[in-house]
């Protein structure tokens, strides 16, 4: 069963990764994040037409990634249906390294639809921040657990979603530029506890 199980999440999480492997689709869920909303209000929100936004819809749901919140009445006896997030927590590592660069492609290029929209709107008189930052760091393992709590943390501090301010695009990437080397043995001693060794 345990088998069974470990697979039917793995083939989920495909459909995940295939789910994502759009920016557009990206972007409606991060929107999503922000508040439920219907394929009316997305459509002003990315400034695309309604129409063309329910085939991603129906790509996230069928992905299990959004659902519908509620149906909200319209005129003349119509209702829409109002989209919100699911919660979803696949695996890590279920993924091909083909599906992950995909997915990560994908995000990269949602970020730069992001930036891009953000100069637009400074050209256009408008006041928005963009900060960018790309270096190396040479961590050990107990530095990069370190950086990643410290990561969290500075998430948790910030992660009020009811908080004043505008909406801010955070991304974040720890990518290893070198193998690391393999952890060492719990079993084997100390070189100052082997045999012959002087203190």
Do not use: C, N
Not at 108 to 131: K, N
Not at 175 to 199: E, F, I, N, S, Y
């Amino acid at each position: 069963m345990g088998e069974q199980g470990q697979g039917s999440t793995q083939r989920s999480w495909h459909g995940v990764h295939k789910a994502l492997a759009d920016p557009l689709r990206i972007r409606l869920l991060e929107a999503l994040w922000e508040e439920p909303r219907s394929a009316r209000e997305l459509a002003d929100r990315t400034g695309l037409p309604a129409d063309r936004l329910y085939y991603h819809l129906g790509r996230l749901e069928a992905a299990g990634l959004v659902g519908i919140a509620e149906y909200r009445p319209l005129a003349h006896g119509k209702v829409e249906r109002v989209y919100a997030p699911a919660v979803t927590e696949p695996p890590g590592d279920a993924a091909t390294p083909e599906e992950m660069a995909d997915f990560l492609g994908s995000m990269l290029d949602a970020t730069r639809a992001d930036i891009s929209a953000a100069y637009r709107s400074r050209q256009a008189g408008g006041r928005r921040e963009v900060d960018l930052h790309r270096g190396a760091l040479r961590l050990t393992d107990e530095a990069l657990a370190d950086l990643r709590e410290h990561i969290a943390g500075l998430a948790e501090r910030f992660g009020d979603r009811d908080a004043p301010g505008s909406w801010t695009r955070v991304v974040v990437a720890l990518v290893d530029l070198q193998d690391r080397p393999p952890p060492p043995d719990p079993h084997t001693p100390p070189a100052a506890d082997l045999p012959g060794r002087q203190p």
